[in-house]
């Protein structure tokens, strides 16, 4: 749907609407507006309203939360613009920081401290000057538009956020497709990815997702080397059981993090990767 421009409440700005507001600004590429909208506006739906206007209606760009009941499930406007753009499951799965933004969002810090099982002092302490400078000057403005520094980073956060998550969804599926399961002297199970050419990207990335979405009982992950011809050998979860200092003076194997949690190796046979595994392993 082509939209005119994106209207946003006016005032102190959050996480829930700047982020909300840069998947809009990468989707649409029109300005945003941070003020009041007028019941026309909300009816326009040439018009998206975000965080503000009183009303969820996607058919007419309307992104609201704040009409829900109170014990609604913790919602914001973020999750709101992720539905619309179909990303929002994948954004729960993948993306560890949402929940608690939305909670932050909807039920406040004390709530949301209490939730986490932290204290409420430390809240405070996950600040740093990228989040208060970001939403001081996106509040600063009454007008963004292209060109603008502001305007230019929320774009860019919305292009990565949206490609970080149709890029997840893509690897979970190559991973399902390549991966395999190893048990390893009937002790310890190991997701295990072969090597294929191109190798594209990093080819450890998202296994210790992939593990945990499925529940897969693996204590340790295999995966070709980007920078040589062998394989990468590190623990899953730091599960302490694997100590891959033990094998560190093996000849095929060039390095092996002193703190045990992984090791590289020019070793290519199957059967090999295995016993290093084993010989890795303390129970």
Not at 151 to 177: H, W
Not at 204 to 210: C, I, K, M, T, V
Request: net charge negative.
């Amino acid at each position: 749907m082509s939209i005119k421009h994106i209207i946003t409440h006016p005032g102190g700005a959050h996480k829930d609407d700047f982020l909300a507001c840069s998947l809009m600004i990468y989707s649409h590429g029109v300005p945003v507006l941070r003020k009041e909208p007028s019941e026309a506006e909300v009816g326009d739906a040439s018009i998206a309203v975000v965080d503000v206007g009183g009303e969820h209606e996607p058919t007419k760009m309307n992104f609201d939360h704040h009409q829900f009941p109170a014990d609604y499930a913790p919602t914001c406007a973020l999750s709101l613009v992720l539905r619309h753009l179909g990303l929002y499951e994948d954004a729960r799965q993948y993306c560890d920081w949402l929940e608690t933004s939305e909670w932050l969002d909807t039920r406040g810090a004390v709530k949301t401290s209490k939730w986490l099982g932290i204290e409420r002092s430390a809240m405070a302490k996950l600040n740093s000057p990228v989040d208060i400078t970001l939403l001081r000057r996106f509040a600063k403005q009454e007008r963004h538009e292209a060109g603008q520094p502001v305007y230019e980073v929320m774009r860019m956060i919305g292009e990565d956020m949206v490609s970080f998550l149709k890029g997840m969804r893509e690897r979970m599926k190559e991973i399902e497709r390549q991966s395999e399961i190893w048990e390893i002297d009937e002790k310890f199970k190991v997701v295990f990815i072969p090597r294929v050419e191109p190798m594209i990207g990093e080819p450890s990335a998202g296994l210790g997702r992939y593990i945990e979405s499925n529940e897969l009982d693996c204590v340790a992950m295999v995966y070709p080397d980007r920078r040589g011809s062998g394989y990468g050998l590190s623990r899953y979860n730091d599960d302490l059981r694997l100590n891959f200092t033990r094998i560190g003076d093996c000849d095929d194997v060039h390095f092996a993090h002193k703190s045990g949690f992984m090791a590289k190796s020019s070793a290519i046979a199957p059967d090999r990767l295995r016993e290093l595994l084993s010989s890795a392993w303390v129970g």
